[in-house]
């Protein structure tokens, strides 16, 4: 389970790094938010309260930020105008692709010479683990 840890640890820190060095020097966080507004265009503050459990103060202090920084874009909500409908601006979606493409390459560099068996069958392992631990907590 070390080594489990070991390779995550390493996968974070390639992430983050190309995170810090990337063209918006983006946190963890923030890439969390754009990432989850690209799949849930449309979504609330409230929404992603919910989805990730997250302190609804410092997510409006994020959504602020990167409202001010032009990546995402609000519209009152046409049955509740107290709610704002947060989604990508076109500069938020170009950045999340580049973040995307960025994440794919880290996994490449994961799973090098790795076949394709050797990945499914890493795959499966991995589940099963996760699965055990499901059932025990």
């Known amino acids: ?3 489990v840890h070991t390779v995550m640890h390493q996968l974070r820190s390639l ?3 190309a995170l810090r060095d990337g063209p918006l020097a983006l946190t963890h966080m923030e890439s969390k938010v754009l990432n989850y507004f690209g799949r849930q265009p449309g979504a609330t503050q409230s929404d992603l309260v919910q989805h990730s459990g997250r302190d609804k103060a410092q997510l409006a202090r994020l959504i602020k930020g990167l409202r001010e920084r032009g990546l995402l874009t609000s ?7 107290r709610n704002l409908r947060l ?3 076109a500069e938020g979606q ?6 995307q493409q960025q994440t794919r390459k880290v996994n490449a560099q994961a799973v090098a010479g790795l076949s394709a068996a050797e990945r499914e069958q890493l ?11 499901d059932r025990e907590a």
Do not use: F, I, S
């Not at 991995?126 to 055990?132: A, G, I, M, P, V």
């Open 94 to 99: 170009g950045l999340l692709k580049t973040l």
């Open 1 to 3: 389970m070390e080594l």
């Open 15 to 17: 992430q983050y790094q």
């Open 123 to 133: 795959r499966g392992l991995l589940q099963r683990l996760r699965d055990n631990l």
């Open 87 to 89: 989604t990508l601006t």
């Open 75 to 81: 519209e009152a909500d046409a049955a509740d105008r």
